[in-house]
C-alpha cells in the first residue's frame, strides 16, 4: 500500500510560487523600467563620460630670430624612451639594437631590459631621429614619448635677452617671459573614445578644436654685434680683474636695442642647474648708483633750464655744503676758477652739485623725471625694475640729496634706464622708448602675416638746441678728460664714471663700479653704448678701465656697420 504524499497544503504551494514569481518579474521589470527609462540620460552620461576623454593638443611656440634671420630660440621635440622588463620577448636581440641607436654600453641596456622593475627609464632627451628609429621598432614593452622642449642653439650668448621656458611651456625673463602668450600660442582640444585600459580607439574624435601656433619674434638683437660685445667684455672682466659687468648697445633715432649681454650668465638649454640669481636679466633688474656718468643728466638739465650755459664759471675750492653735508670732488681738490666745460671734463662733484642746487629741487627733479628716471622703460623684457630715485616730500629724501644726485649718488638706475637717458641727448633731444621685438610673424590659415613694431617716442627731454650743446661738450671730455675712450678718425661723446658700492652701513671703502657711456659718430650717432664692470680690481676708475673697452667695442662696430671716418663721410656728403 503506498503512501499518498498530494494533500491541501500541496495545492496551496503552486499559487505561493506562482505569486513570487510574478512579484520577482514585476520587480526586475520595474528596474528595467527606471535604468532604461526614467534614469537612461543620466546613465547615458555616465558611460559616455567613462568611456570618453578630453585630450590637449599642444600648440607649437614661435621661434625667435635676430634680426637678420639667425634663429635664436626654437622648439623641438626629444624622446623620452621607458621599458616594461616584463613584457620585453628578446632582450639579447633588443639590447643590441638599442646600444647601436642610442651609443650606450649594452651591457647597461641588457641590464634594465631584465630588471626586475615593473617599469625603467632608458633614456631622456633622446634626439628626434633617434626617438623615431627606436620608435620604428615596435617593440612590446618600449614606450616612447615625445617631449617637446626648447632650444637656444647660441647658449649663453643671448641668455639674459631670452629668458627661459620651464618644463610646463611656460616663458620666464626676457622676451620669452614677456611674450609668452604670443609665443605660446592656443592648445587645441580632441575629445576620443577609450578601450577598458584607457587606450585611445582608432575612431574619428567626437569633438576637436585644433591648435593655433603661437607667433614667432624677429628681435633688434644682432647676432654678430652680440659677439662682438659679449668678446669685448669677457677680455675685460680678465684683464681688469672685474666680477661681473654689463655692455648695452642701442640705436638712439629708434630706441631698438642692439646688443644686450652680461656676465655671469648660464646655458638657457640648461637652466635648472644654473645659480637662480643669474637668471634675471641685470640690463633690467639690477640696480647701481651710476656715479659720474649722470652728470651727463645733470648739465643737460642746467643747460635747458637756462641756470647754467657752457661758459658760466664757478670758483671750485674742492668742497661744497648741501643741506648739511660736505660734498668733494674725487681727487680732494679745488680747481679755482673753472666753466661748465672744465666741470664736466674733469667731472667735479661740486660744479655738478652748484648746477643742481641752482636749478633748485624742483626744476632738477622735474629733468629727471623727464629722462625717465624712477619709472619704469617700459622695455619689451620681463621683470624691469623701476630704479630708486627719491623726491622732495618723501620721508627719505633730504636736502642734502639735492647735491649728491646731480654726480648719481643716492639715486639707483638701471642700465637701461641710463642708455635711454643718454640716447636722448644723442637723438636731438628726444627720448625713445627702448624695444627689443621689432616684428612679430603671425600663423594664419592664409599664411605667415607679418606686423612691425613701429618706434615710439616718449617725450622731450631737452630741447635739440640744448642736446648739440651736450654732445659738443662730451666730444670735448673724450678728447682730453677720457682718451682711452677716442677712436681714430670719429668724434665720439662720451662720459665715464666711477662709482662707489652702497652697503648697509655706508659705502664700500675701496670697491667701486667703473662705467663709461657715450655715442659714435658725434654728429650723426649710429649707436650709443653702456659699459659697465663691477668691482674692478686692476684700477678703480671708469677712465682706466671701461673706457678701453667703450673704445675696442666702439671701433669694431664702426667698422661692423660701414661707417665711414668722419673726413670721409663729409665729404662723400658734400
Not at 656676465?263 to 642647474?273: E, G, I
Not at 616730500?393 to 636736502?399: A, I, L
Not at 678718425?489 to 666711477?498: F, L, N, W
Not at 657711456?517 to 671708469?542: N, T, Y
Request: hydrophobic share 40%; with cysteine.
Amino acid at each position: 500500500m503506498s503512501a499518498n504524499h498530494s494533500g491541501p497544503g500541496a495545492g496551496r504551494r503552486l499559487p505561493v510560487l506562482a505569486f513570487c514569481l510574478t512579484f520577482c518579474f514585476a520587480v526586475i521589470i520595474g528596474q528595467l523600467v527606471h535604468y532604461q527609462v526614467l534614469d537612461h540620460s543620466a546613465l547615458a552620461a555616465t558611460a559616455n563620460r567613462q568611456r570618453t576623454w578630453t585630450k590637449e593638443v599642444a600648440s607649437n611656440r614661435g621661434y625667435i630670430a635676430d634680426a637678420n634671420g639667425h634663429i635664436l630660440a626654437l622648439q623641438v621635440v626629444e624622446w623620452q624612451i621607458d621599458v616594461s622588463p616584463s613584457l620585453v620577448a628578446k632582450p639579447d636581440e633588443l639590447a643590441n639594437r638599442l646600444a647601436e641607436l642610442l651609443g650606450l654600453p649594452r651591457e647597461d641596456i641588457y641590464r634594465q631590459l631584465t630588471s626586475k622593475d615593473p617599469w625603467v627609464r632608458l633614456a631622456s632627451r633622446v634626439d628626434y631621429e633617434t626617438g623615431e628609429a627606436i620608435n620604428a621598432l615596435q617593440v612590446d614593452g618600449i614606450t616612447c614619448i615625445p617631449i617637446h622642449r626648447r632650444s637656444y642653439p647660441e647658449k649663453e650668448l643671448m641668455a639674459h635677452a631670452l629668458g627661459i621656458v620651464n618644463n610646463t611651456g611656460d616663458g620666464f625673463y626676457g622676451v620669452e617671459g614677456y611674450y609668452n602668450q604670443e609665443l605660446k600660442g592656443t592648445v587645441g582640444l580632441r575629445r576620443v573614445e577609450q578601450n577598458p585600459l584607457g587606450e585611445e580607439l582608432p575612431l574619428p574624435p567626437q569633438e576637436e578644436s585644433f591648435a593655433r601656433p603661437g607667433a614667432s619674434l624677429v628681435l633688434t638683437l644682432d647676432r654678430n654685434i652680440q659677439y662682438i660685445v659679449a668678446e669685448e667684455l669677457q677680455r675685460a672682466l680678465e684683464e681688469y680683474g672685474a666680477k661681473s659687468g654689463t655692455v648695452l648697445v642701442m640705436e638712439p633715432r629708434t630706441g631698438a636695442i642692439l646688443a644686450s649681454y652680461s656676465y655671469p650668465n648660464y646655458d638657457p638649454n640648461n637652466f635648472a642647474q644654473a645659480d637662480i640669481d643669474l637668471l634675471a636679466d641685470p640690463v633690467v633688474s639690477k640696480m647701481w648708483e651710476p656715479g659720474s656718468i649722470f652728470k651727463i643728466v645733470t648739465w643737460a638739465a642746467g643747460i635747458d633750464s637756462g641756470t647754467i650755459s657752457p661758459g658760466t664759471t664757478f670758483y671750485d675750492e674742492g668742497a661744497l655744503e648741501v643741506g648739511g653735508r660736505v660734498i668733494q670732488n674725487w681727487d680732494r681738490q679745488g680747481h679755482g676758477l673753472v666753466s661748465m666745460v672744465d666741470g664736466l671734463v674733469n667731472s667735479l662733484n661740486t660744479v655738478a652739485a652748484y648746477t643742481s642746487t641752482s636749478m633748485g629741487k624742483d626744476t632738477f627733479y622735474t629733468y629727471l623725471r623727464r629722462f625717465g628716471f624712477g619709472a619704469l622703460t617700459q622695455v619689451d623684457l620681463a621683470s624691469e625694475g623701476p630704479g630708486m630715485m627719491k623726491l622732495p616730500g618723501d620721508s627719505n629724501w633730504f636736502p642734502s640729496d639735492l647735491g649728491t644726485n646731480s654726480f648719481g649718488q643716492g639715486i639707483a638706475v638701471t642700465p637701461v634706464q641710463m642708455l635711454a637717458a643718454v640716447a636722448s641727448v644723442a637723438n636731438h633731444g628726444t627720448l625713445m622708448q627702448p624695444y627689443i621685438v621689432k616684428e612679430f610673424i603671425i600663423q594664419d590659415e592664409d599664411g605667415p602675416r607679418r606686423i612691425t613694431v613701429e618706434p615710439m617716442a616718449i617725450r622731450r627731454a631737452v630741447s635739440a638746441e640744448t642736446a648739440a650743446t651736450m654732445t659738443d661738450m662730451m666730444v670735448q671730455v673724450v678728447e682730453e678728460g677720457a682718451p682711452k675712450a677716442a677712436v681714430p678718425g670719429y668724434r665720439v661723446a662720451g662720459k665715464s664714471g666711477t662709482a662707489q658700492i652702497p652697503e648697509p652701513y655706508g659705502y664700500n671703502p675701496t670697491d667701486t663700479i667703473a662705467a663709461f657711456v657715450g655715442f659714435a659718430p658725434a654728429d650723426d650717432p649710429r649707436f650709443v653704448l653702456l659699459v659697465k664692470l663691477d668691482r674692478p680690481s686692476v684700477s678703480p676708475w671708469g677712465t682706466q678701465t671701461a673706457a678701453p673697452v667703450f673704445q675696442a667695442i666702439a671701433q669694431r662696430l664702426l667698422i661692423y656697420m660701414q661707417v665711414p671716418p668722419d673726413d670721409l663721410r663729409v665729404a662723400l656728403d658734400q
